[in-house]
């Protein structure tokens, strides 16, 4: 597989190394310094586009892959709102859009152990939801894309929350997200349920960007020859 990497900070280096072990080649790197090289001709060189910018930067990155018809699998998180455009382009213009707020195998088993407490504590009473999540200092975006897909799908299923915010919980209603930025942590989520007896945790710690290039990559072997908008549900069945 021939891959252009849209973005070469630490995930797109991460994703390079990954791509060399496993015998792909990157056939271009677009970063800040060269965006004028992002063009249909150069894009068109990759079976594949993978996305790890930055918020700002994601939107656009998509769209030109969309104009060059070549697949884009797409990690960047802080942009979401525009998600809803970016679908409707992409079957427009019958493109191939992948997009996870998290790539990792890892975190995908713990969206789902989080949906099925969340369903669980449903119907039952005296237990209040928290998540924490702690990143490096560097993250530009709070939440994380993981925290806010950990809290729509509680609220979706645990009717006591109907809404989230950032580092404060105004009454019951709202579940709090707090965003902890220290030193290099790659990744950290905890989910707590919290009662007047009890504590329950489930805790997802990244220890490097290694599963999170793994899934990019994957997903990027698994549009490569489709159209149309998918996601980690359409890829891994949990
Ligand atoms: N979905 C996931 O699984 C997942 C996992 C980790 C990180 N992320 C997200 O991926 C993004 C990148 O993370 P990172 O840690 O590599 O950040 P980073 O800051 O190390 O890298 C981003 C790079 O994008 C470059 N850039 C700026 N403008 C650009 C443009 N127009 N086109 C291409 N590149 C441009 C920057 O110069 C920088 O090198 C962030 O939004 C982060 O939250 C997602």
Redesign the pocket.
């Known amino acids: 597989m021939k891959i252009a990497l ?7 280096r991460e994703i390079e190394k990954t791509a060399i072990d496993r015998k792909y080649q990157v056939v271009l790197r ?3 310094g060269n ?1 004028h090289e992002l063009t249909p001709e150069n894009l068109r060189k990759a079976d594949v586009a993978i996305d ?4 700002a ?1 994601a939107f656009n ?1 998509i769209m030109k892959c969309f104009e060059a018809g070549i697949p884009v699998v797409c ?4 942009w979401l709102d525009r998600i809803g455009e970016v679908n409707q382009e992409c079957v427009k213009m019958n493109g191939t859009f992948f997009y ?5 195998l890892g975190v995908n088993i713990f969206f789902a152990v989080n949906r099925y407490l969340a369903g669980v504590m449903n119907g039952t009473s005296g237990y209040n939801v928290g998540i924490k999540e702690i990143h490096h200092i ?2 530009l ?1 709070a939440p994380s ?1 993981t925290a806010i897909t950990l809290a729509n799908d509680i609220i979706e299923r645990f009717w006591e929350k109907k809404k989230w915010e950032l580092n404060r919980e105004t009454d019951i209603s709202t579940l709090n997200i707090t965003s902890v930025r220290e030193g290099e942590v790659p990744g950290t989520h905890v989910i707590t349920w919290d009662s007047g007896v009890d504590r329950i945790e489930v805790i997802h710690e990244a220890k490097s ?1 290694k599963g ?1 290039a793994l899934g990019a990559l994957l997903a990027g072997e698994f549009i490569k020859d489709k159209k149309g908008v998918f996601s980690m549900a359409d890829m891994i069945k949990l």
């Open positions: 849209l973005g070469y900070g630490k995930m797109g677009i970063d800040i965006q790890f910018s930055l918020p930067s990155n990690g960047t998180t802080g996870a707020s998290n790539y990792s560097h993250k975006d894309g960007r999170v």
